[in-house]
Protein backbone atom coordinates (compact mmCIF):
# COMPACT_ATOMS: atom_id res chain seq x y z
CA UNK A 1 0.00 0.00 0.00
CA UNK A 2 1.05 3.24 -1.10
CA UNK A 3 0.95 6.30 0.93
CA UNK A 4 -1.70 8.06 -0.70
CA UNK A 5 -3.63 4.58 -0.33
CA UNK A 6 -2.69 4.60 3.14
CA UNK A 7 -4.08 7.94 3.71
CA UNK A 8 -7.34 6.84 1.88
CA UNK A 9 -7.85 4.31 5.54
CA UNK A 10 -10.76 5.50 7.39
CA UNK A 11 -11.38 6.53 10.93
CA UNK A 12 -14.36 6.20 12.54
CA UNK A 13 -15.73 7.21 16.06
CA UNK A 14 -19.45 7.24 17.69
CA UNK A 15 -20.89 10.37 17.90
CA UNK A 16 -20.89 10.26 21.30
CA UNK A 17 -16.65 10.23 21.57
CA UNK A 18 -16.18 12.95 18.91
CA UNK A 19 -19.03 15.18 20.58
CA UNK A 20 -19.43 14.65 24.38
CA UNK A 21 -15.57 13.98 25.06
CA UNK A 22 -12.77 16.59 25.92
CA UNK A 23 -9.37 16.33 25.48
CA UNK A 24 -6.15 18.35 24.95
CA UNK A 25 -3.88 16.26 22.38
CA UNK A 26 -1.34 18.58 20.74
CA UNK A 27 -1.46 17.91 17.06
CA UNK A 28 0.84 15.72 16.13
CA UNK A 29 -0.71 13.61 19.76
CA UNK A 30 -4.11 13.77 17.41
CA UNK A 31 -2.25 12.49 14.01
CA UNK A 32 -0.84 9.62 15.86
CA UNK A 33 -3.75 8.30 17.56
CA UNK A 34 -5.88 8.94 14.50
CA UNK A 35 -3.56 6.72 12.53
CA UNK A 36 -3.74 3.87 14.84
CA UNK A 37 -7.59 4.18 15.03
CA UNK A 38 -7.72 4.00 11.33
CA UNK A 39 -6.11 0.67 11.73
CA UNK A 40 -8.93 -1.00 13.10
CA UNK A 41 -10.78 -3.08 11.10
CA UNK A 42 -14.60 -3.00 10.76
CA UNK A 43 -14.64 -6.74 12.17
CA UNK A 44 -12.71 -6.40 14.49
CA UNK A 45 -14.43 -7.60 17.95
CA UNK A 46 -12.05 -6.40 20.39
CA UNK A 47 -8.86 -4.57 20.60
CA UNK A 48 -5.50 -5.91 19.72
CA UNK A 49 -1.75 -4.81 19.25
CA UNK A 50 -1.99 -2.55 16.34
CA UNK A 51 1.73 -2.52 14.64
CA UNK A 52 2.89 -0.11 12.31
CA UNK A 53 6.70 0.84 11.65
CA UNK A 54 7.56 4.43 12.36
CA UNK A 55 8.87 4.80 8.58
CA UNK A 56 4.89 4.03 7.92
CA UNK A 57 4.08 6.34 9.70
CA UNK A 58 6.10 9.60 8.82
CA UNK A 59 5.88 8.67 5.05
CA UNK A 60 1.97 8.82 5.48
CA UNK A 61 2.09 11.74 7.71
CA UNK A 62 4.78 13.56 5.53
CA UNK A 63 7.35 13.47 8.27
CA UNK A 64 11.17 13.35 7.06
CA UNK A 65 11.91 9.97 8.28
CA UNK A 66 15.61 10.10 10.54
CA UNK A 67 17.20 8.79 13.64
CA UNK A 68 15.12 11.46 15.85
CA UNK A 69 11.77 9.77 14.94
CA UNK A 70 12.26 7.08 16.94
CA UNK A 71 12.49 9.17 19.97
CA UNK A 72 9.77 11.74 19.02
CA UNK A 73 7.34 9.02 18.85
CA UNK A 74 8.36 7.18 22.13
CA UNK A 75 7.44 10.73 23.93
CA UNK A 76 4.60 11.20 22.07
CA UNK A 77 2.96 7.78 22.28
CA UNK A 78 3.84 8.06 26.59
CA UNK A 79 2.57 11.20 26.13
CA UNK A 80 -0.59 10.58 24.79
CA UNK A 81 -0.94 7.44 27.46
CA UNK A 82 -0.73 10.36 30.51
CA UNK A 83 -3.37 11.94 29.48
CA UNK A 84 -6.91 10.73 30.40
CA UNK A 85 -10.46 11.98 30.15
CA UNK A 86 -13.76 11.41 31.57
CA UNK A 87 -16.26 9.16 29.20
CA UNK A 88 -19.98 8.31 29.93
CA UNK A 89 -20.96 4.25 29.44
CA UNK A 90 -24.08 3.48 30.19
CA UNK A 91 -25.17 4.86 33.56
CA UNK A 92 -21.30 5.64 34.54
CA UNK A 93 -18.67 7.60 33.97
CA UNK A 94 -14.80 6.71 33.87
CA UNK A 95 -11.67 8.21 33.76
CA UNK A 96 -9.68 6.56 30.44
CA UNK A 97 -6.69 6.82 27.95
CA UNK A 98 -6.06 6.86 24.38
CA UNK A 99 -3.95 4.25 24.98
CA UNK A 100 -3.48 1.52 27.39
CA UNK A 101 -0.26 0.69 26.72
CA UNK A 102 2.52 1.41 24.07
CA UNK A 103 5.33 -1.14 22.91
CA UNK A 104 8.01 -0.43 21.14
CA UNK A 105 10.49 -2.43 19.30
CA UNK A 106 13.54 -0.58 18.59
CA UNK A 107 15.36 -3.27 16.66
CA UNK A 108 13.16 -3.14 14.15
CA UNK A 109 11.83 0.42 14.57
CA UNK A 110 8.45 -1.14 14.84
CA UNK A 111 5.99 0.21 17.13
CA UNK A 112 2.42 -1.73 19.13
CA UNK A 113 -0.69 0.10 20.55
CA UNK A 114 -2.98 -1.26 22.63
CA UNK A 115 -5.57 1.07 22.95
CA UNK A 116 -7.55 1.19 26.27
CA UNK A 117 -10.35 -1.16 26.74
CA UNK A 118 -13.01 1.73 27.53
CA UNK A 119 -12.90 2.72 24.25
CA UNK A 120 -14.08 -0.19 23.14
CA UNK A 121 -18.34 0.75 22.60
CA UNK A 122 -17.03 4.00 20.87
CA UNK A 123 -14.63 2.56 18.12
CA UNK A 124 -15.80 -1.00 17.76
CA UNK A 125 -19.10 -2.28 15.49
CA UNK A 126 -20.23 0.74 15.27
CA UNK A 127 -23.61 0.46 13.34
CA UNK A 128 -25.32 4.11 13.94
CA UNK A 129 -24.31 7.51 15.15
CA UNK A 130 -20.67 7.30 14.15
CA UNK A 131 -18.33 9.43 12.31
CA UNK A 132 -16.55 8.46 9.44
CA UNK A 133 -13.88 10.29 7.39
CA UNK A 134 -10.70 9.73 5.13
CA UNK A 135 -7.06 9.91 7.42
CA UNK A 136 -5.47 12.20 5.00
CA UNK A 137 -7.62 14.53 5.98
CA UNK A 138 -6.53 15.19 8.91
CA UNK A 139 -2.87 14.38 8.32
CA UNK A 140 -2.54 17.90 6.46
CA UNK A 141 -3.48 19.93 9.12
CA UNK A 142 -1.16 22.45 10.78
CA UNK A 143 -3.66 23.80 13.85
CA UNK A 144 -4.89 21.27 16.22
CA UNK A 145 -8.52 22.90 16.58
CA UNK A 146 -8.62 21.70 12.92
CA UNK A 147 -9.06 18.56 13.66
CA UNK A 148 -10.99 19.14 16.82
CA UNK A 149 -13.51 21.01 14.43
CA UNK A 150 -13.73 19.08 11.39
CA UNK A 151 -14.57 16.09 13.49
CA UNK A 152 -17.17 17.79 15.21
CA UNK A 153 -18.81 19.55 12.26
CA UNK A 154 -18.14 16.03 10.41
CA UNK A 155 -20.43 14.62 13.18
CA UNK A 156 -23.12 17.20 12.33
CA UNK A 157 -23.34 16.78 8.70
CA UNK A 158 -26.26 15.14 8.10
CA UNK A 159 -27.95 18.23 9.43
CA UNK A 160 -26.84 20.40 7.09
CA UNK A 161 -26.99 23.50 9.26
CA UNK A 162 -25.90 23.44 13.06
CA UNK A 163 -26.05 26.11 15.99
CA UNK A 164 -23.53 25.87 18.79
CA UNK A 165 -22.63 28.07 21.45
CA UNK A 166 -19.59 29.79 22.05
CA UNK A 167 -19.27 28.42 25.35
CA UNK A 168 -19.57 24.81 23.85
CA UNK A 169 -17.27 25.21 20.80
CA UNK A 170 -14.79 26.51 23.23
CA UNK A 171 -15.33 23.42 25.91
CA UNK A 172 -15.02 20.67 23.64
CA UNK A 173 -12.28 22.26 21.79
CA UNK A 174 -10.43 22.95 24.93
CA UNK A 175 -10.07 26.27 23.90
CA UNK A 176 -9.07 28.16 27.24
CA UNK A 177 -7.15 31.11 25.29
CA UNK A 178 -8.45 34.12 22.91
CA UNK A 179 -10.86 35.61 25.27
CA UNK A 180 -12.03 37.94 22.66
CA UNK A 181 -14.33 37.05 20.01
CA UNK A 182 -11.80 38.77 17.67
CA UNK A 183 -8.97 36.85 18.62
CA UNK A 184 -10.83 33.67 19.03
CA UNK A 185 -12.27 34.10 15.08
CA UNK A 186 -8.69 34.87 13.83
CA UNK A 187 -6.56 32.33 15.56
CA UNK A 188 -8.61 29.16 15.74
CA UNK A 189 -12.14 29.46 13.26
CA UNK A 190 -10.35 31.11 10.42
CA UNK A 191 -7.29 29.28 10.10
CA UNK A 192 -9.81 25.93 10.79
CA UNK A 193 -12.17 26.53 8.04
CA UNK A 194 -9.37 27.20 5.71
CA UNK A 195 -8.08 23.85 6.23
CA UNK A 196 -10.96 22.08 6.11
CA UNK A 197 -12.72 23.50 2.85
CA UNK A 198 -9.30 23.34 1.30
CA UNK A 199 -8.40 19.12 2.57
CA UNK A 200 -11.77 17.64 3.39
CA UNK A 201 -14.93 16.36 2.03
CA UNK A 202 -16.61 19.43 3.40
CA UNK A 203 -17.34 22.67 2.82
CA UNK A 204 -17.91 24.95 5.71
CA UNK A 205 -19.43 28.46 6.39
CA UNK A 206 -20.26 30.28 9.60
CA UNK A 207 -22.05 33.25 11.36
CA UNK A 208 -22.12 35.28 14.72
CA UNK A 209 -25.26 34.68 16.58
CA UNK A 210 -25.72 37.88 18.70
CA UNK A 211 -28.08 38.30 21.86
CA UNK A 212 -28.28 41.97 21.81
CA UNK A 213 -24.96 43.10 20.73
CA UNK A 214 -23.04 39.98 22.04
CA UNK A 215 -21.43 37.27 19.81
CA UNK A 216 -22.97 33.87 22.39
CA UNK A 217 -22.63 31.33 19.41
CA UNK A 218 -21.70 30.33 15.38
CA UNK A 219 -24.13 28.63 13.27
CA UNK A 220 -22.56 26.85 10.83
CA UNK A 221 -23.84 25.65 6.94
CA UNK A 222 -22.31 21.95 6.19
CA UNK A 223 -22.11 20.93 3.19
CA UNK A 224 -20.64 17.35 1.70
CA UNK A 225 -18.31 17.99 -1.41
CA UNK A 226 -19.09 16.19 -4.48
CA UNK A 227 -16.85 13.45 -5.90
CA UNK A 228 -15.10 15.87 -8.33
CA UNK A 229 -14.70 18.05 -5.58
CA UNK A 230 -13.71 15.77 -3.09
CA UNK A 231 -11.03 14.03 -5.78
CA UNK A 232 -9.26 17.73 -6.15
CA UNK A 233 -9.05 17.90 -2.05
CA UNK A 234 -7.51 14.70 -2.19
CA UNK A 235 -5.27 15.90 -4.79
CA UNK A 236 -4.16 18.87 -2.77
CA UNK A 237 -3.70 16.85 0.79
CA UNK A 238 -1.56 14.94 -1.12
CA UNK A 239 0.81 17.25 -2.54
CA UNK A 240 0.81 19.48 0.57
CA UNK A 241 2.03 16.01 2.38
CA UNK A 242 4.67 15.25 0.44
CA UNK A 243 6.19 18.79 -0.07
CA UNK A 244 6.23 18.48 3.67
CA UNK A 245 7.97 15.57 3.46
CA UNK A 246 10.76 17.02 1.29
Known sequence: MD???????IVVKSNDLVQQTRYNLSLQEQKIIL????????????????VFDIKELCDICGITHDKTNFTYI???????????????IDDRETV???????????????????????LKPFLLQLREHFT???????????????????????????????????????E????????????????VMEKAIEEINTYTDLDVSFTPVRQSRVIVGLRFCIRTKSSAEQFV????????LDKNKR
Open 96 to 118: CSWILKPNLYPKSSVVGVILDED
Open 172 to 187: QMMITKYEKYQDFRRN
Open 233 to 240: ARVDRNVE
Open 35 to 50: FVISKIKPTDEAFKEY
Open 132 to 170: SYELGCVLVMQSKYSIRLYEILKSYAYLEEIELSLEKIR
Open 74 to 88: KKSLQSIRDKSFWVK
Open 3 to 9: NSDSRLQ
